[in-house]
């Protein structure tokens, strides 16, 4: 049963309607992380360790740590997209649940401090409708892969903008991660469900979240969340 108190901020007020999702990508749509699998690839075990030791001590950004891992990438992003297609998996109930967003006019929003074209290309056999992508583009010159981050922000994307923006807009914000890209928008949402990393943040910093192991939970949550305002209103008609 949904339990809003333990997720959702004010929870002794009625749920905003409508409501908008967003889902980090690497670690909470597909597994393994992809950036993270191809710099294990191209640059070893050990050099993957140490950018993330290196972050998480706050030696370098997330964002230089990403730079450094894109770097050792070598071949074309062809071939590079075959590699990750072998490797990567997408949430098989993420699909489904993309589907019930769009059939109940719910904008659902991919952001992800990885690649834009990959997670394109990652999503593109399910044929979603109505998602949007929200990535660092990819550029590769001379056969150095390199990324050219959306903004200045120590994570080379601010997910807790389109958060912040949608609020303005009136929507209650469901937000979805996994990792150090999501505290952002985990801080800022007004629903949060988390897990990995960012759940023992949540935990830690005091932010309401509920754990998940895939969408189809989540999608239930939203749909007793959703039935629930609309006894409210009704009772109240």
């Given at each position: ?53 290196k972050i ?134 007004d629903i ?46």
């Amino acid at each position: 049963m949904l339990d809003k108190a333990r997720f959702q901020k004010n929870s002794s007020e009625p749920a905003i309607l409508p409501i908008s999702v967003f889902s980090d990508f690497d670690g909470t749509i597909a597994h393994p992380d992809s950036i993270n699998f191809l710099a294990e690839w191209f640059g070893g075990t050990e050099f993957r360790r140490e950018i993330g030791k290196k972050i998480l001590s706050g030696e370098i950004s997330l964002r230089d740590g990403i730079l450094q891992e894109v770097a050792v990438i070598k071949g074309t992003f062809p071939e590079v997209l075959e590699l990750l297609r072998q490797h990567i998996e997408v949430d098989k109930e993420f699909p489904g649940f993309a589907d019930w967003c769009y059939r109940h006019q719910v904008p659902l929003s991919v952001l992800s401090g990885g690649i834009q074209e990959v997670v394109e290309n990652l999503l593109a056999p399910f044929n979603l409708q109505g998602v949007r992508i929200v990535a660092n583009s990819l550029q590769i010159t001379g056969g150095q892969w390199s990324l050219q981050f959306l903004d200045q922000t120590e994570w080379g994307h601010d997910k807790s903008r389109d958060v912040l923006l949608a609020k303005s807009q009136g929507y209650c914000t469901v937000f979805l991660g996994d990792g150090l890209s999501d505290r952002g928008a985990a801080r800022s949402a007004d629903i949060v469900f988390a897990r990995a990393g960012l759940a023992r943040y949540c935990e830690h910093e005091e932010i309401p979240y509920k754990e998940f192991s895939n969408f189809l939970e989540v999608q239930h949550d939203l749909m007793a969340l959703l039935e629930g305002h609309e006894g409210t209103r009704k009772s109240q008609g």
